[in-house]
């Protein structure tokens, strides 16, 4: 991968397709990862490893695919108890424990999506389960499918509205079945991936944990930390570099594009090469080549 004259790889680790939240098919999204001119890409939908196949079967020549997933997590170190996203990348996707844990969850999301609508029903908002559903395509079903609703039935005018506090941020909100996040890391590990912390000093989108929790899920096996994501201020950035550098962690940077459920574009943000040749090390999965 290091090439002593060329330019310098572009890589994106963290990416999502209708196998979950995103727009793009898991095929599309290989295809417009090489349109982009990415030289390796992850895919990591959330709580799922359905659109590892299709997007190895329509990998373009010359792009790299480092397969992965988000996991849902939370840590129960507080109360009520903090969310967090967790990349896992190059794991054995048929590690019976972590198969069991991400069908689970999946369920779960299942069960609150239709809470959640029940809810917006019950103050007569006119959305539709069944329709919600069918527009998550057989993938992980998670809140943008609702915003959808709320902007089909006019009601929001975007999905970023759709996550404000009179919607599914706050008011409609209800919390998921996640992971514990030291069992994630240790199931992760146990099936041969690489966990990473997504986005962990996201303030935008409420609460983090503190550095002392990443410190403990650094001793429980934890690999690095994103430091570049647009959910991240610049001092947010700095601060995710230097407590991984305090930790011995590597940083990484990613879009987490989804397609036009979010504005941001493929290759908006990218990890340096050693951050992509230790995971690459770590993994038990290969790189797929194209
Ligand atoms: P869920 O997994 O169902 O809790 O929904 C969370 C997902 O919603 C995240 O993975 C993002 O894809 C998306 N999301 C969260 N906040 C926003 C936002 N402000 N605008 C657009 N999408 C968002
Ligand atoms: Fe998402
Ligand atoms: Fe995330
Ligand atoms: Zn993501």
């Not at 793009?24 to 799922?48: K, M, N, S, Y």
């Not at 506090?165 to 008011?171: A, K, V």
């Amino acid at each position: 991968m290091t090439s002593p004259t060329g330019p310098a790889p572009r890589i994106d680790l963290h990416t999502h397709s209708t196998a979950s939240d995103g727009t793009l098919t898991p095929a599309e999204l290989v295809r417009a990862a090489a349109d982009a001119g990415l030289d390796v890409l992850a895919i990591t939908d959330h709580d799922t490893t359905a659109g590892w196949a299709p997007a190895l079967r329509a990998l373009p020549p010359g792009l790299r695919l480092v397969r992965g997933a988000e996991l849902s997590c939370r840590w129960s170190g507080v109360r009520p108890e903090v969310p967090l996203h967790l990349l896992a990348y190059l794991f054995d996707p048929d590690h019976p424990e972590l198969v069991a844990e991400l069908t689970r969850v999946r369920a779960a999301r299942e069960e609150r999506g239709e809470r959640i609508v029940a809810l917006l029903r019950a103050d007569g908002i006119d959305v539709s389960w069944p329709e919600i559903l069918s527009g998550a395509a057989g993938g992980t079903v998670g809140r943008p499918h609702i915003a959808q609703a709320l902007i089909r039935a006019g009601l929001v005018g975007s999905t970023r509205e759709a996550f404000g506090p009179d919607w599914l941020g706050e008011r409609y909100r209800l919390p998921k079945e996640d992971i514990d996040v030291f069992r994630a890391i240790r199931l992760v590990r146990a099936a041969g991936g690489v966990p990473v912390f997504a986005h962990p000093r996201a303030t935008r989108r409420g609460r983090v944990v503190p550095d002392e929790l990443i410190a403990e899920l650094a001793a429980a096996g934890l690999a690095g930390l994103e430091a570049d994501h647009e959910d991240h201020s610049p001092a947010e950035r700095a601060h995710v570099r230097a407590l991984a550098a305090d930790l011995d962690l590597f940083v990484t940077g990613s879009s987490d594009f989804h397609g036009t459920h979010k504005t941001v574009q493929l290759g908006a943000f990218s990890t340096g090469v050693e951050a992509y040749e230790r995971i690459v090390a770590a993994g038990v999965t290969e790189v797929a080549s194209g």
